[in-house]
């Protein structure tokens, strides 16, 4: 599995007590790239935490997410951020003002310094001039709710303890090479594996689905005709999953 290509990262942060790598930072909008499929499959999404998350009694014997007392505010480790335009991993570590945020689409790393005030939050991406205030909610424990300006809302879902190093999944990029190998695979007409196009984009429960297909012009038309020919859904963690008709996947193979 590939980590991240542990792309070499120039040192961002001297003010920070440990070293920081970078790579600069980058966005990528998927849906700008590629274009829009009007006759892709069904996709069943991971529903939207619900604010009832967790059991009374549970709840009980956690500490208080919303308390600007807590400490850690925000959980060490890392956390799975979607939204509609491009989602990421935040790793956040255990000094409560330093991480990383690492892009899934093509695995550009960015670290950043952030500092909690009253409850509110400043984030320093990239550099330490770059100012992001943000506020941020907690439906629970394991979820919180980053909204940075202009409305711009990120749903956060904590993954694991793991850190930046030890912490590896596999990116859009990577998928959409291994997805096409497998196609190629599985596909019998050697027509439709050299035609097909890919694109992928993330879930709300951090899947990442896979869709592959042709695009022609229609002469009657004049217009564009895309025809989805498959799609995967599948874990960043192990790669595998499901394919359109629910057959299992493997694309790590």
Known sequence: MKKLDFIKISISFIL?????????????????ELPKLTMAPKVTEALPFPDDYMEEDAADERPDMNDPNTDPHLRWGVWFAYNENESSYYFFENDNTTGVKVNVGNGVSTPFKYEQTDGSYMFHFDREDNNTPVTIEYPDFDHA????????????????????AEFMFYTDEEFIRMAHNYFARTESDPKKVRLVNLQAHSLRN???????????MDPSTGKEKVTVVESYTVDRITGCGTDSKGGYVDLSR
């Open 16 to 32: 920070l007590s440990g070293i920081l790598l970078s790579c600069g930072k980058r966005t990528v909008m998927i849906d700008d």
């Open 145 to 164: 709710r980053i909204t940075f300006p202009g409305g711009v809302l990120e749903e956060l879902e904590y993954i694991s303890s793991q850190t930046f």
């Open 206 to 216: 951090s899947d990442c689905i896979i869709q592959l297909y042709h695009s022609v």
